[in-house]
């Protein structure tokens, strides 16, 4: 029987449009900055304690994770930056530890939400704003995480950070 593990897909948080900033440079808004706080505390009430996060290079998504507050080795990922499911799956393989129980990867759309569906193809999601999270449990190890036909995994849930 495999050990249960969960994988935490997070959307970065609102980013800003300064003039003349490429893509990949372009910072955080002060509502990401707050969307991205509140993703990080709903984590912790939740009792997602992560073990290990794999993040795009992209400034947004660098200042989204660290908004978070979670604390954990991170490996950085090109990859991740416009990566398509296959892309993403294959770096989680390769750079996830194989011991680590919780995994976050922090990325874009439609990165994140797609490879949710990609792993649970009869997963639903609505809608995946700027911070929002897909929580998916797996029972593969990391190294094996979407290359079989069963790829061990369903999608948990969507959540979406907004203050009321």
């Not at 569906?117 to 190890?141: C, K, M, N, Q, W």
Request: aromatic content about 4%; overall charge negative; some cysteine.
């Amino acid at each position: 029987m495999s050990e249960a593990r969960t994988l935490i897909l997070m959307r970065h948080g609102k980013s800003g449009y300064p003039p003349a900033t490429p893509d990949h440079d372009r910072p955080l808004a002060e509502r990401g900055d707050r969307q991205a706080a509140l993703a990080g505390r709903w984590m912790a009430d939740e009792g997602l304690r992560v073990d290990a996060v794999l993040c795009s290079t992209s400034t947004r998504t660098r200042q989204t994770l660290a908004r978070t507050g979670i604390d954990a080795p991170v490996t950085y990922v090109e990859d991740i930056y416009g990566g398509a499911p296959e892309e993403i799956l294959e770096s989680i393989r390769i750079h996830a530890p194989a011991d680590a129980q919780t995994i976050l990867v922090v990325g874009h759309e439609p990165g994140m939400p797609a490879t949710a569906l990609t792993l649970d193809p009869d997963g639903h999601i609505e809608r995946f704003p700027t911070s929002a999270y897909a929580v998916v449990g797996v029972t593969h190890p990391w190294g094996r995480l979407g290359l079989t036909p069963d790829p061990g995994a369903h999608l948990v849930g969507v959540r979406i950070p907004r203050e009321d």
